[in-house]
Nanobody, 121 residues
Framework: VQLQASGGGLVQAGGSLRLSCAAS????????MAWFRQAPGKEREFVGAISWSDSTDFADSVKGRFTISRDDAKNTVYLQMNSLKPEDTAVYYC????????????????WGQGTQVTVSS
């Protein structure tokens, strides 16, 4: 599985962005997809995930502001980010693993390149 993340950019605080992660392969619907982020000088952290059965999980820091959806026909997962804050500034990565989602980074087998999100105050 190859993953390609896109959609990052510069946005003002309070604004919105939608990240996309396009996957190769014919079994996309069997994969849980997750988003992680890494801010400068910090470790990579879990943001949110959607399982193969469409259940979602979010970090407390983004709950209520971010949503995840998937379009299996397009082999794509989306991270909709609303009410963005300067502390959301980071490189965002998508990741994939079969079936159920996890919060643990090492649980994921496939990773996309990052996409930069910068939120100005």
């Amino acid at each position: 599985v190859q993953l390609q993340a896109s959609g990052g950019g510069l946005v003002q605080a309070g604004g919105s962005l939608r990240l996309s992660c396009a996957a190769s392969g014919r079994t996309f619907s069997s994969y849980a997809m997750a988003w992680f982020r890494q801010a400068p000088g910090k470790e990579r952290e879990f943001v949110g995930a959607i399982s193969w059965s469409d259940s979602t999980d979010f970090a407390d820091s983004v709950k209520g502001r971010f949503t995840i959806s998937r379009d299996d026909a397009k082999n794509t997962v989306y991270l909709q980010m609303n009410s963005l804050k300067p502390e959301d500034t980071a490189v965002y990565y998508c990741a994939a693993r079969l079936f159920g989602s996890r919060r643990l980074e090492s649980s994921y087998d496939y990773w996309g390149q990052g996409t930069q999100v910068t939120v100005s105050s």
